[in-house]
């Protein structure tokens, strides 16, 4: 499922764009590929790529058995997943390594949560710490911090672990020695600069996101809806007609952008009965925005599931998981769409999401739904202001590698 989303951005999109993927067709097949598969079947081909000196090699090892917000299992068989990814790296040999997951990844199994935005303190016994030393013996130069989304223009409270690695033959030391803690560096140093690039003021709320979204009007009238024609939906769902509202902020009109007014993927509404949505209500009316329920006021309620976030219109929104019912909206009694955790992970609204809407029991470990393909992404915002540091700094090391072996001499006859 998530293939098919990535095929119908990246693969199939119109020549000419920016983010059209080149696929390496002459060896792999164009369709899903598990890692284990890819490995085991085209070792011989990903070990050719060392001889192109690829620049990146970025990957995400499933977060469900590290998350604090789940059962964190640690025997939960996806947990090793990272060990096919450093394969890959060491078959590959990339410049640069990068790594995301949530914060838990840092702490082993058994130790309580940690609230540091930094990483610091004892890794021991941590995948993280694993990592690490792993990367270290195949001569990469490791460094891991926590960060938060919502500090680099995505409106969202995501918190999570970055990891970078810098291949020290390749990557020349800055001049205090540092390789891959200068990326964290410019990430920070650039970050007032990123967000002025794109006209966005941090932090961006949840009304700034995604209030051109809403059912109603200002004057408490209903915005037209119509029926949902999506193939991956099932009969009877509908949509919000966005038909005529521009939008009214500049985050809303970064995410507009290169998509007609009229062409909206994923909007298809929940089916809340009468009752549900009386109760969605009282929550919105009664209980504190911007946090999590309560337990008085889930018993209040009489509501078993324990993490619902009613959402606040003037914050960012809470961290976007995999199940639509963790969050309600601000000012309608309901959850969210795929569209409007799309839009609070920063997706631009010309990304399309295929497959089936959602999935349930069992099959979660096996399925894909959009809901989980948008609640595992790694925010667009940030992955794009990572993009820009980790560049930066290949890019001033290449230049000081260039230079240190050219022999040129500046006027006062040093060797530059």
Request: with cysteine; proline share 6%.
């Given at each position: ?43 011989k ?21 590290f ?37 838990g ?70 001049e ?15 970050r007032?600069e ?70 909206m ?10 009752v ?5 209500w ?66 631009p ?6 497959g ?30 990572i ?30």
């Amino acid at each position: 499922m998530a293939f098919g989303t990535f095929k119908a951005n990246f693969i199939d999109a119109p020549r000419g764009r920016a983010s059209r993927f080149a696929w390496p067709d002459k060896w792999l097949e164009v369709r899903a590929w598990g890692i284990d598969e890819i490995l085991d079947r085209h070792a011989k081909e990903l070990g050719d790529l060392r001889d192109d000196h690829v620049d990146l090699i970025a990957g995400g090892p499933p977060c469900q058995g590290f998350s604090f917000a789940g059962r964190r299992n640690p025997n939960d068989p996806r947990n090793q997943l990272f060990k096919r990814y450093l394969d890959f790296v060491k078959l590959v040999r990339p410049t640069a390594v990068l790594l995301e997951n949530v914060p838990g990844m840092a702490v082993a199994h058994g130790v309580a949560k940690s609230g540091n935005r930094r990483l610091r303190g004892d890794i021991s016994g941590s995948i993280f710490e694993t990592i690490t030393r792993e990367l270290d013996h195949l001569g990469y130069d490791v460094k891991g911090e926590i960060i938060d989304a919502s500090r680099f223009g995505v409106p969202q409270k995501r918190v999570r672990l970055i990891v970078v690695g810098l291949l020290r033959e390749r990557v020349q030391p800055a001049e205090d020695g540092k390789r891959a803690a200068l990326v964290f560096e410019r990430l920070e140093s650039k970050r007032a600069e990123f967000l002025s690039s794109l006209g966005l003021d941090c932090p961006v709320s949840a009304r700034d996101a995604i209030g051109d979204l809403t059912l109603r009007r200002p004057d408490g009238s209903l915005w037209p809806r119509k029926d949902c024609e999506d193939p991956d939906s099932g009969k009877g769902f509908e949509e919000l007609a966005y038909d005529g509202r521009r939008p009214k902020s500049p985050y809303q009109r970064l995410m507009r952008s290169e998509v007609p007014i009229d062409r909206m993927d994923s909007m298809r509404l929940a089916r809340h009965s009468h009752v549900v949505q009386r109760r969605f209500w009282d929550i919105i009316n009664v209980c504190r925005q911007g946090v999590q329920m309560s337990d008085r006021d889930r018993e209040s309620f009489n509501l078993r599931k324990r993490r619902i976030h009613p959402m606040s219109a003037i914050e960012p929104a809470p961290t976007i998981t995999t199940l639509p019912d963790d969050i309600l909206h601000y000012c309608d009694p309901r959850i969210l769409t795929v569209r409007e955790c799309a839009r609070l992970q920063s997706f631009p609204d010309w990304f399309v999401f295929k497959g089936k809407y959602t999935t349930g029991g069992d099959r979660r470990t096996r399925e894909c739904p959009r809901y989980t393909q948008v609640g595992n992404a790694v925010p667009p915002l940030l992955a794009l202001a990572i993009a820009y540091a980790l560049g930066d700094v290949l890019a001033s090391s290449r230049s000081r590698s260039r230079f240190a072996g050219s022999g040129v001499e500046n006027k006062e006859g040093e060797l530059v």
